[in-house]
Nanobody
Framework: QVQLVESGGGLVQAGGSLRLSCAAS????????MTWFRQAPGKEREFVAG???????IYADSVEGRFTISRDSAKNTLYLQMNSLKPEDTAVYYC??????????????????WGQGTQVTVSS
């Protein structure tokens, strides 16, 4: 059974930083397409960043240059380093596990495994 548990969210001022973590069990993050999505109140869920099994990364235009997705194989954990945060980054952030050796897709319907989410609030 695949379980994903996010942590690291919180309240931060605009311009600040946070690092989100997603601890995985039942799925090896270094062999899977792993992604971060977010959903703001009243808005649809949107793709944030993804990492391929070979380390290749992709980002949404809105976070390119500010966010960095990474993983620690020894800890089987996915990370999202968020810098220069803006109020519009406020959302619940979710990690999702895709196919083994797959390509991270920005389409959330392609993911079967999701974490419970962690709230990120950026104040102006």
């Amino acid at each position: 059974q695949v379980q994903l548990v996010e942590s690291g969210g919180g309240l931060v001022q605009a311009g600040g930083s946070l690092r989100l973590s997603c601890a995985a069990s039942g799925r090896t993050v270094s062999r899977s397409a792993m992604t971060w999505f977010r959903q703001a109140p009243g808005k649809e869920r949107e793709f944030v960043a993804g990492i391929r099994w070979n380390g290749g990364t992709i980002y949404a235009d809105s976070v390119e240059g500010r966010f960095t997705i990474s993983r620690d194989s020894a800890k089987n954990t996915l990370y999202l380093q968020m810098n220069s945060l803006k109020p519009e980054d406020t959302a619940v952030y979710y990690c999702a596990a895709g196919r083994r050796f797959g390509v991270p897709s920005p389409n959330g319907t392609e993911y079967s495994y999701w974490g419970q989410g962690t709230q990120v609030t950026v104040s102006s």
